[in-house]
């Protein structure tokens, strides 16, 4: 039984070590800022030191480019580290497929060709699905055509990664008018597929799906398979790991936050995590208590926040710091006035801030020529403030943090714009309205390590600012109000 285990200058805590005594099946189901990628770090280095597996027989996985490289970064020892479609051009490569990769706008561009160049009955179909009364020519050059064409490439993108076929489409749930709409749907992925065939290209969904089919072509020899952000994994890439898996014996070994699954729209299925132990047999289950980033009275009100959705996990999170007031509601009448007041309280405490944003450009509304935006970074009197969508956030953090367009808006905070139709038949929503803007929110809340600023209109803040006012009010008994 290991005790003690350093890592990256840091002991694993009790929680943490449960992993690498454990050697079967296993997910690791973490809160904000409780170590996850330590925890991984530390599991790779107890089997390599220990001789349980040498680098070359271990694969970790992490969802976007920047966590691998984070990954690389912090291990000691030389272990493949992938996304899933490195991963899935790894196993191609070794099975000798010829391939290349289809631009990425490859798809949008035939959608758009297809609904522009489209017959005049399917036209009147497609005003008559979207309710609306315009002239197709005037429809073509409004933003309802380009929002139409995001709406085909989603329900594409959707249908592919929960890996489903023609019988799996509820058709029966559709009306008429509808099922038109599909079987146009349907005739623009079949154009798309002839297209990608007729130049030898996969894009990035077939790379999974192919590599899936090759892997019992190929040897492989892992007998780990760690894989990180693990609420954010679509069927496709399930299906994957389960082949690996058949071939090779390994064990499956994943980490992941229930509470952060915020990439639905891109096929991502939180179902994957919650069934773990159903789909991997023999599996065990462990919860990582401690968290290092937020003050105890931040998570209790956030735990709160999030758990409204029956569906999340629940956790009892820890914290070693204490904070009174980790929430500081900041109404406004002039926003640009009120985010520059209190930018410059906060540059006068610290270097570390974070903007955060439901919507990229979101910041343009509340800068003025004092301001300079480029990339990730707002430079506003020599100092250099970092500036994300929620979405990018997820695994940074900052000593404070600023949360802007808190408004009951259609493209406040939640975002208030419904799933089409079309999409909530094809993918039903089993859980609470904004279940998934819930979840953003509480990313965007737990990312700072002394307080969070929420910004809103003062004649219109968000559910979700109402919400988090009365749970802080019940849990510090008093709400800090930005005011100078």
Not at 68 to 82: G, H, L, M, Q, T
Not at 328 to 348: Q, T
Request: proline content about 2%; charged content about 25%.
């Amino acid at each position: 039984m290991v005790k003690n285990f350093l890592v990256d200058k840091y002991f694993l805590d009790d929680y943490q070590l449960q992993l690498l005594n454990i050697d079967k099946n296993a997910i690791v189901i973490a809160g904000a800022g409780a170590g996850k990628t330590l925890t991984i770090l530390g599991k790779i280095n107890y089997l390599i030191q220990g001789n349980y597996a040498h680098p070359e027989e271990i694969a970790v996985i992490s969802f976007t480019n920047a966590s691998v490289n984070d990954i690389k970064k912090r291990i000691a020892f030389n272990v493949n580290v992938f996304t899933f479609h490195k991963l899935a051009m790894s196993i191609l490569e070794k099975a000798k497929v010829n391939y290349q990769i289809c631009s990425t706008n490859l798809l949008i561009y035939i959608i758009e060709e297809e609904v522009l160049t489209c017959e005049e009955d399917m036209q009147y179909v497609i005003l008559k699905f979207l309710n609306i009364t315009i002239s197709f020519k005037s429809f073509c050059s409004s933003s309802k055509f380009k929002s139409f064409c995001k709406l085909i490439l989603t329900f594409i993108n959707l249908w592919k990664t929960n890996s489903l076929s023609i019988k799996d489409i509820p058709f029966h749930k559709y009306t008429k008018l509808e099922k038109k709409i599909l079987y146009f749907i349907f005739k623009i992925y079949r154009k798309y597929i002839i297209e990608k065939k007729s130049i030898n290209a996969l894009d990035f969904d077939d790379l999974i799906i192919i590599a899936t089919r090759y892997v019992k072509n190929i040897s492989l020899n892992y007998k780990y398979i760690i894989i990180d952000e693990f609420q954010d994994t679509s069927f496709i890439r399930l299906n994957l790991i389960k082949e690996i898996q058949k071939v090779t014996s390994a064990k499956v070994i994943v980490v992941g936050d229930d509470w952060q699954s915020i990439y639905r729209f891109s096929g991502c299925n939180l179902d994957i995590f919650l069934n773990f132990s159903k789909i991997f047999k023999n599996s065990e289950i462990i919860k990582l208590v401690n968290t290092y980033r937020n003050s105890q009275e931040l998570i209790n009100i956030a735990s709160k926040f999030v758990c409204k959705n029956p569906l999340q996990i629940k956790k009892s999170l820890k914290s070693f710091k204490n904070n009174s007031m980790p929430f500081i509601f900041a109404p406004y009448i002039n926003k640009a006035e009120k985010f520059k007041k209190i930018i410059d309280y906060l540059i006068s405490l610290s270097d570390d801030i974070m903007i955060l944003a439901r919507n990229n450009k979101d910041i343009f509304n509340y800068l003025d020529n004092e301001f300079t935006l480029n990339d990730n970074e707002l430079t506003y009197k020599n100092h250099l403030i970092k500036y994300y969508t929620v979405h990018k956030s997820k695994g940074l953090e900052a000593e404070y943090v600023i949360i802007i367009n808190c408004n009951d808006e259609t493209l406040g905070f939640p975002n208030q714009i419904e799933d089409n139709i079309i999409l909530n038949k094809l993918y039903p929503k089993k859980e609470i309205p904004y279940a998934e803007e819930r979840r953003l929110f509480y990313v965007a809340i737990t990312r700072c390590k002394e307080k969070t600023y929420l910004l809103y209109d003062k004649d219109k803040p968000s559910k979700f600012i109402i919400e988090l006012k009365k749970l802080t009010k019940k849990e510090l008994h008093h709400i800090e109000y930005f005011k100078s």
